[in-house]
Protein backbone atom coordinates (compact mmCIF):
# COMPACT_ATOMS: atom_id res chain seq x y z
CA UNK A 1 0.00 0.00 0.00
CA UNK A 2 1.47 3.87 -0.79
CA UNK A 3 2.44 5.38 1.74
CA UNK A 4 2.83 9.16 1.44
CA UNK A 5 2.96 12.25 3.31
CA UNK A 6 1.40 14.39 1.21
CA UNK A 7 -1.20 14.66 -1.79
CA UNK A 8 -1.17 16.54 -5.10
CA UNK A 9 -3.57 17.57 -7.38
CA UNK A 10 -2.48 18.43 -10.34
CA UNK A 11 -3.99 20.21 -13.04
CA UNK A 12 -4.29 22.26 -16.51
CA UNK A 13 -4.77 25.60 -14.61
CA UNK A 14 -6.89 28.15 -16.27
CA UNK A 15 -6.94 31.91 -16.25
CA UNK A 16 -9.21 34.11 -14.08
CA UNK A 17 -9.68 37.38 -15.02
CA UNK A 18 -9.43 38.81 -18.48
CA UNK A 19 -5.84 39.74 -18.78
CA UNK A 20 -5.07 36.33 -18.07
CA UNK A 21 -6.57 34.63 -20.85
CA UNK A 22 -3.45 35.45 -23.37
CA UNK A 23 -0.57 34.60 -21.40
CA UNK A 24 -2.30 31.75 -20.36
CA UNK A 25 -3.05 30.42 -23.98
CA UNK A 26 0.79 31.06 -24.34
CA UNK A 27 1.30 29.35 -21.74
CA UNK A 28 -0.54 26.17 -22.88
CA UNK A 29 0.77 26.73 -26.46
CA UNK A 30 4.55 27.67 -26.01
CA UNK A 31 6.88 25.95 -28.76
CA UNK A 32 3.94 24.81 -30.33
CA UNK A 33 4.16 27.09 -33.22
CA UNK A 34 0.21 27.73 -32.90
CA UNK A 35 -0.30 30.88 -34.81
CA UNK A 36 -1.16 33.94 -33.06
CA UNK A 37 -5.35 34.50 -34.84
CA UNK A 38 -5.75 30.96 -33.75
CA UNK A 39 -4.48 32.39 -29.95
CA UNK A 40 -6.94 35.43 -30.31
CA UNK A 41 -9.71 32.95 -31.21
CA UNK A 42 -9.72 30.80 -28.41
CA UNK A 43 -9.36 33.74 -26.29
CA UNK A 44 -12.76 35.01 -27.52
CA UNK A 45 -13.88 31.94 -25.76
CA UNK A 46 -12.58 32.67 -22.30
CA UNK A 47 -13.25 36.14 -22.70
CA UNK A 48 -17.15 35.42 -22.99
CA UNK A 49 -17.61 34.15 -19.70
CA UNK A 50 -15.67 37.11 -18.12
CA UNK A 51 -12.23 35.45 -18.95
CA UNK A 52 -12.27 32.90 -16.08
CA UNK A 53 -12.03 29.19 -16.36
CA UNK A 54 -14.02 27.17 -14.15
CA UNK A 55 -11.43 24.92 -13.68
CA UNK A 56 -9.73 26.33 -11.20
CA UNK A 57 -12.99 27.37 -8.53
CA UNK A 58 -13.63 23.62 -9.06
CA UNK A 59 -10.17 22.50 -8.40
CA UNK A 60 -10.09 24.42 -4.60
CA UNK A 61 -13.69 22.80 -4.19
CA UNK A 62 -12.04 19.67 -4.84
CA UNK A 63 -8.93 20.45 -2.83
CA UNK A 64 -11.25 21.41 0.29
CA UNK A 65 -13.24 18.49 -0.23
CA UNK A 66 -10.63 15.51 0.01
CA UNK A 67 -8.99 17.43 2.65
CA UNK A 68 -10.75 15.39 5.28
CA UNK A 69 -10.68 12.42 3.83
CA UNK A 70 -7.01 12.05 2.74
CA UNK A 71 -5.21 11.74 5.91
CA UNK A 72 -2.21 13.89 4.72
CA UNK A 73 -2.40 17.97 3.75
CA UNK A 74 -3.42 18.35 0.36
CA UNK A 75 -1.51 20.75 -2.27
CA UNK A 76 -2.66 21.75 -5.61
CA UNK A 77 -0.36 23.00 -8.45
CA UNK A 78 -1.40 23.81 -12.14
CA UNK A 79 1.00 22.96 -15.54
CA UNK A 80 -0.39 26.15 -16.79
CA UNK A 81 -1.43 28.76 -14.49
CA UNK A 82 -1.37 29.35 -10.97
CA UNK A 83 -0.96 28.31 -8.36
CA UNK A 84 2.08 26.46 -10.72
CA UNK A 85 3.20 23.12 -9.87
CA UNK A 86 6.55 24.40 -9.49
CA UNK A 87 5.86 26.80 -7.01
CA UNK A 88 3.51 24.31 -4.93
CA UNK A 89 6.45 22.08 -4.59
CA UNK A 90 8.76 24.26 -3.59
CA UNK A 91 5.84 24.76 -0.50
CA UNK A 92 6.01 21.36 -0.07
CA UNK A 93 9.89 20.85 0.61
CA UNK A 94 9.44 23.92 2.91
CA UNK A 95 6.72 21.90 4.92
CA UNK A 96 9.01 18.96 5.23
CA UNK A 97 6.79 16.52 2.58
CA UNK A 98 9.03 13.49 1.53
CA UNK A 99 7.00 12.05 -0.75
CA UNK A 100 3.55 12.36 -2.13
CA UNK A 101 0.55 10.83 -4.17
CA UNK A 102 0.13 12.44 -7.43
CA UNK A 103 -3.24 13.04 -8.17
CA UNK A 104 -3.62 14.41 -12.13
CA UNK A 105 -7.10 15.64 -12.82
CA UNK A 106 -7.06 12.78 -15.70
CA UNK A 107 -8.54 9.67 -15.80
CA UNK A 108 -6.97 8.24 -18.74
CA UNK A 109 -4.38 7.27 -21.21
CA UNK A 110 -2.86 9.71 -23.47
CA UNK A 111 -0.22 12.26 -24.12
CA UNK A 112 -1.94 15.22 -22.67
CA UNK A 113 -4.22 13.16 -20.40
CA UNK A 114 -1.40 10.77 -19.05
CA UNK A 115 2.65 11.26 -20.31
CA UNK A 116 2.44 15.19 -20.11
CA UNK A 117 1.69 14.65 -16.13
CA UNK A 118 4.89 12.47 -16.04
CA UNK A 119 6.93 15.12 -17.88
CA UNK A 120 5.41 17.67 -15.39
CA UNK A 121 6.76 15.65 -12.53
CA UNK A 122 9.89 15.40 -13.49
CA UNK A 123 10.18 19.42 -14.35
CA UNK A 124 8.88 20.38 -11.34
CA UNK A 125 11.00 18.13 -8.55
CA UNK A 126 13.38 20.14 -6.72
CA UNK A 127 16.34 19.02 -5.44
CA UNK A 128 15.61 17.77 -1.53
CA UNK A 129 11.89 17.83 -2.36
CA UNK A 130 9.16 15.54 -2.15
CA UNK A 131 9.10 12.21 -4.01
CA UNK A 132 6.30 12.81 -6.18
CA UNK A 133 4.30 9.64 -7.37
CA UNK A 134 1.77 9.74 -9.95
CA UNK A 135 -1.79 7.53 -9.30
CA UNK A 136 -2.71 5.20 -11.99
CA UNK A 137 -5.49 6.03 -14.20
CA UNK A 138 -8.92 5.42 -13.21
CA UNK A 139 -11.81 5.68 -15.97
CA UNK A 140 -13.12 2.37 -14.63
CA UNK A 141 -12.51 2.76 -10.65
CA UNK A 142 -15.66 2.27 -9.06
CA UNK A 143 -15.88 5.82 -7.59
CA UNK A 144 -15.30 7.56 -11.14
CA UNK A 145 -18.42 5.34 -12.49
CA UNK A 146 -20.50 6.08 -9.69
CA UNK A 147 -20.04 9.66 -9.55
CA UNK A 148 -20.40 9.54 -13.73
CA UNK A 149 -23.76 7.86 -13.22
CA UNK A 150 -25.54 9.73 -10.78
CA UNK A 151 -24.72 12.92 -12.76
CA UNK A 152 -25.75 11.13 -15.93
CA UNK A 153 -29.27 10.22 -13.97
CA UNK A 154 -29.64 13.54 -12.56
CA UNK A 155 -29.50 14.64 -15.93
CA UNK A 156 -31.97 12.02 -17.34
CA UNK A 157 -34.22 13.34 -14.68
CA UNK A 158 -33.43 16.97 -15.75
CA UNK A 159 -34.77 15.99 -19.24
CA UNK A 160 -37.92 13.67 -18.17
CA UNK A 161 -36.78 11.73 -20.91
CA UNK A 162 -35.60 8.15 -19.78
CA UNK A 163 -35.24 6.70 -22.95
CA UNK A 164 -32.79 9.00 -24.20
CA UNK A 165 -29.62 8.84 -25.91
CA UNK A 166 -26.64 8.81 -23.68
CA UNK A 167 -23.75 10.29 -25.68
CA UNK A 168 -20.71 10.31 -23.64
CA UNK A 169 -18.12 13.03 -25.00
CA UNK A 170 -14.27 13.46 -24.80
CA UNK A 171 -11.42 15.45 -26.04
CA UNK A 172 -10.44 14.84 -30.09
CA UNK A 173 -6.95 13.66 -30.02
CA UNK A 174 -4.78 13.21 -33.66
CA UNK A 175 -5.11 9.84 -35.34
CA UNK A 176 -1.68 9.35 -34.60
CA UNK A 177 -1.68 10.07 -31.13
CA UNK A 178 -4.80 7.82 -30.88
CA UNK A 179 -3.02 4.73 -32.06
CA UNK A 180 -0.20 5.10 -30.03
CA UNK A 181 -1.27 5.82 -26.80
CA UNK A 182 -0.76 2.77 -24.92
CA UNK A 183 1.94 -0.09 -25.39
CA UNK A 184 -0.40 -2.44 -27.59
CA UNK A 185 -1.88 1.10 -29.21
CA UNK A 186 -5.65 2.37 -28.74
CA UNK A 187 -5.36 2.87 -24.99
CA UNK A 188 -6.88 6.26 -25.22
CA UNK A 189 -10.26 5.21 -26.67
CA UNK A 190 -10.72 1.90 -25.29
CA UNK A 191 -10.17 3.08 -21.71
CA UNK A 192 -13.16 6.02 -22.82
CA UNK A 193 -15.42 2.88 -24.61
CA UNK A 194 -14.77 1.02 -21.15
CA UNK A 195 -15.84 3.63 -18.69
CA UNK A 196 -18.55 4.71 -21.03
CA UNK A 197 -20.31 0.76 -20.82
CA UNK A 198 -19.24 0.57 -17.16
CA UNK A 199 -21.71 4.15 -16.63
CA UNK A 200 -24.27 2.42 -18.79
CA UNK A 201 -24.39 -0.79 -16.78
CA UNK A 202 -24.58 1.15 -13.89
CA UNK A 203 -27.58 2.66 -15.22
CA UNK A 204 -29.40 -0.67 -15.32
CA UNK A 205 -29.50 0.36 -19.39
CA UNK A 206 -29.08 -2.41 -21.72
CA UNK A 207 -29.22 -0.18 -25.38
CA UNK A 208 -26.86 1.42 -27.42
CA UNK A 209 -24.90 4.42 -27.00
CA UNK A 210 -22.46 6.95 -28.24
CA UNK A 211 -18.84 7.79 -28.18
CA UNK A 212 -17.84 11.06 -29.85
CA UNK A 213 -15.57 13.78 -29.72
CA UNK A 214 -14.98 17.56 -29.13
CA UNK A 215 -12.32 20.27 -29.04
CA UNK A 216 -11.05 19.92 -32.28
CA UNK A 217 -7.94 21.96 -32.90
CA UNK A 218 -4.65 21.99 -35.53
CA UNK A 219 -4.70 21.97 -38.62
CA UNK A 220 -7.32 20.83 -40.65
CA UNK A 221 -5.14 18.33 -42.78
CA UNK A 222 -3.73 16.14 -39.67
CA UNK A 223 -6.63 13.59 -38.99
CA UNK A 224 -7.83 13.53 -35.65
CA UNK A 225 -11.00 11.33 -34.19
CA UNK A 226 -14.38 11.69 -34.89
CA UNK A 227 -17.69 12.28 -35.22
CA UNK A 228 -17.47 15.84 -33.65
CA UNK A 229 -20.00 16.23 -31.18
CA UNK A 230 -22.32 18.55 -33.45
CA UNK A 231 -21.52 17.10 -36.02
CA UNK A 232 -23.38 13.61 -34.80
CA UNK A 233 -25.93 15.75 -33.23
CA UNK A 234 -26.86 17.17 -36.93
CA UNK A 235 -26.78 13.48 -37.99
CA UNK A 236 -28.44 11.17 -35.40
CA UNK A 237 -31.57 9.98 -35.55
CA UNK A 238 -32.13 10.01 -31.47
CA UNK A 239 -35.44 11.89 -30.31
CA UNK A 240 -33.77 13.07 -27.24
CA UNK A 241 -29.98 13.07 -26.16
CA UNK A 242 -27.77 13.46 -22.60
CA UNK A 243 -24.30 14.61 -23.34
CA UNK A 244 -22.07 13.01 -20.93
CA UNK A 245 -18.43 14.34 -20.53
CA UNK A 246 -17.03 11.48 -19.72
CA UNK A 247 -13.28 12.72 -20.72
CA UNK A 248 -13.01 14.97 -18.47
CA UNK A 249 -13.04 15.11 -14.51
CA UNK A 250 -14.40 19.09 -13.88
CA UNK A 251 -15.92 21.94 -15.53
CA UNK A 252 -13.20 22.82 -18.37
CA UNK A 253 -13.31 25.92 -20.97
CA UNK A 254 -13.98 22.97 -23.10
CA UNK A 255 -16.98 21.58 -21.24
CA UNK A 256 -18.66 24.88 -21.15
CA UNK A 257 -17.82 26.13 -24.07
CA UNK A 258 -17.87 23.09 -27.16
CA UNK A 259 -21.18 21.77 -24.92
CA UNK A 260 -22.97 24.31 -22.95
CA UNK A 261 -22.57 26.86 -26.11
CA UNK A 262 -21.88 24.74 -29.34
CA UNK A 263 -24.24 22.10 -28.80
CA UNK A 264 -26.47 23.53 -27.25
CA UNK A 265 -27.14 25.34 -30.00
CA UNK A 266 -26.56 23.02 -32.41
CA UNK A 267 -29.16 21.01 -30.25
CA UNK A 268 -31.64 24.06 -29.90
CA UNK A 269 -31.88 24.96 -33.79
CA UNK A 270 -32.98 21.27 -34.37
CA UNK A 271 -35.12 21.44 -32.03
CA UNK A 272 -33.32 18.35 -30.28
CA UNK A 273 -33.98 18.11 -26.30
CA UNK A 274 -30.48 18.02 -25.06
CA UNK A 275 -29.39 17.62 -21.49
CA UNK A 276 -25.44 17.72 -19.84
CA UNK A 277 -24.44 16.25 -17.10
CA UNK A 278 -22.08 17.00 -14.38
CA UNK A 279 -18.66 16.51 -14.91
CA UNK A 280 -17.48 14.31 -11.26
CA UNK A 281 -16.39 17.47 -9.49
CA UNK A 282 -16.70 16.77 -5.35
CA UNK A 283 -19.02 13.86 -5.59
CA UNK A 284 -18.46 11.84 -2.84
CA UNK A 285 -18.22 8.79 -4.08
CA UNK A 286 -15.19 10.57 -6.13
CA UNK A 287 -13.28 12.29 -3.84
CA UNK A 288 -13.56 8.81 -1.42
CA UNK A 289 -12.34 7.46 -4.74
CA UNK A 290 -8.84 9.52 -4.26
CA UNK A 291 -8.19 8.28 -0.81
CA UNK A 292 -8.69 4.72 -2.33
CA UNK A 293 -5.84 4.69 -4.79
CA UNK A 294 -3.64 6.38 -2.58
CA UNK A 295 -4.34 3.15 -0.19
CA UNK A 296 -3.14 1.07 -3.30
CA UNK A 297 0.02 -0.78 -3.61
CA UNK A 298 2.05 1.94 -5.72
CA UNK A 299 1.34 2.50 -9.51
CA UNK A 300 4.06 0.68 -11.55
CA UNK A 301 4.81 4.21 -13.71
CA UNK A 302 3.96 3.22 -18.18
CA UNK A 303 6.84 3.08 -19.96
CA UNK A 304 8.37 5.73 -21.82
CA UNK A 305 7.76 4.28 -25.24
CA UNK A 306 3.69 4.87 -23.90
CA UNK A 307 1.51 7.73 -25.20
CA UNK A 308 4.50 9.39 -26.82
CA UNK A 309 4.42 13.23 -27.91
CA UNK A 310 2.62 14.22 -30.40
CA UNK A 311 4.33 14.67 -33.74
CA UNK A 312 4.01 18.42 -34.59
CA UNK A 313 2.77 20.31 -38.26
CA UNK A 314 3.41 23.25 -39.20
Not at 32 to 46: D, I, K, M, S, T
Not at 52 to 72: D, F, M
Not at 149 to 170: I, M, N, Q, S
Request: proline content about 8%.
Amino acid sequence: MGTYDALLVLSFGGPEGPDDVLPFLENVVRGRGVPRERLLAVAEHYQGFGGVSPINQQNRALVEALRPVAGVPVYWGNRNWHPFGEDTVRQMRADGIGKAAVFATSAFAGYSSCRQYYEDIERISVEGGPELVKIRHFGDHPGFVAAMADHTRAALERLGRDDARLVFTAHSVPVSMAETAGPSGGLYEAQLRRSAELVNRALGRTGPWDLVWQSRSGPPQVPWLEPDVCDFLRKTDARSVVLVPIGFVSDHMEVVYDLDTEARQVAEDLGLPMERAATAGTHPRFVRMVRELMDEPEPVPCPLTCCPSPRRHA
